[in-house]
């Protein structure tokens, strides 16, 4: 009989799997926590704050429409940000994550003979979406765990299709200039689309946040990928949006799903984007846990990277092992091991009490004194 990984499209079996961060509930059953408020969570790079209390409020509203069909060209929302980013809404996709949009331009625009260029330690969802449409990932050392952007642009092929630029970078929340990105795409040849995903680019104060959206106003093939996940707080509702010249689109929009974007997710992000003082209040956590989790990992002479996002790579030695020890004392936090990096875990920044008890037991597991490892 034929066994069903031979039906498969040749490449699907041998896809790696992601590994999001662990839920809190599987953390508590597998290590007995009677009460899974016991854990914290600093895996997934989520707001500590939680979600945008605008939102809150108006998908309270929203809740007793839920037996209705979302709009499915998405209006009000793409009219909120076509106002908020100073675009037509025809240049402005919303999606059900900036995963969802990912995986859309390589529906459109890889394939077999087609390539992607992307750093080689930046968000592997990208290698998974070239992966699952036959196309080949060019992968380009990072310098300093940063991209190196006179390097990416050497990569690009005549078969290159997109140029994958995390900014800032997942998993190591370094930044590149705008400065930096104008002289990027001053050498980008104008026939090869720069994707720059911009996840957590509302972390940044304003004058670090580069103005990639120009080129989509210039009608450069540039797509502009951000989220509500990371700074509004809406990771639980998964949506995300795109922000390209209205003929790419146009043809993202021919090969999407129907009802993409729930109505409660579309009422909130609505609503999240006016929340000023969320997101001010987020910046500031986000900048005091970082200043606190440096210090502390300088005086227990713990290497990191500089970080500019919600969340810091720090090397622990043996990460997946630190991984496992601090899961039994409550404490999620991410290993780096699928990203090349197993010395290292990814920490998400919490609340200051969070902050404090994740600093308490990477001391336990690592030893008490400064560079003693208990691994």
Known sequence: ????????????????????????????????????????????????????????????????????????????????????????????????????????????????????????????????????????????????????????????????????????????????????????MARISP???????????????????PNTLHYVREGRKVVVLRTFSKTYGLAGLRVGYAAAPPACIALLNRIRQPFNVSAMAQVAAVAALEDVEHVERTRRMVADGLAYLQREFEAMEREYVPASANFILVHVGQGRAVFESLMRLGVIVRPMDGYGLPHHVRVTVGTAAENERLVRGLREVLGTGPGRSGL
């Open 1 to 184: 009989m034929t066994e069903w990984h031979d039906l498969a499209r040749l490449g699907v079996a041998t896809l790696a799997n992601y590994e999001p961060g662990r839920p809190i509930e599987d953390v508590a059953r597998e290590f007995g926590f009677t009460d899974p408020d016991q854990i914290i969570k600093l895996a997934s790079n989520e707001n500590a704050l939680g979600p945008s209390p605008r939102a809150v409020l108006a998908m309270r509203a929203a809740a007793g429409q839920m037996h209705l069909y979302p709009d499915g060209g998405t209006f009000a929302l793409r009219d909120a940000l076509a106002r908020h980013l100073d675009l037509v809404p025809e240049s402005i996709l919303p999606g059900n994550g900036s995963n969802e949009l990912i995986e859309l331009l390589g529906h459109v625009f890889l394939g077999p003979g087609t390539s992607l260029v992307m750093a080689d330690c930046a968000f592997v969802v990208y290698r998974l979406v070239a992966a699952m449409f036959g196309a080949q990932v060019i992968a380009v050392p990072m310098r300093q765990h940063t991209h190196h952007l006179p390097a990416l642009a050497a990569a690009v092929r005549p078969d290159t299709r997109l140029v994958f630029v995390a900014n800032p970078n997942n998993p190591t929340s370094t930044c590149v200039s705008p400065a930096e990105i104008d002289a990027f």
């Open 191 to 209: 026939d090869v689309i720069v994707c720059f995903d911009e996840a957590y680019v509302e972390l940044l104060p304003p004058s670090r946040q």
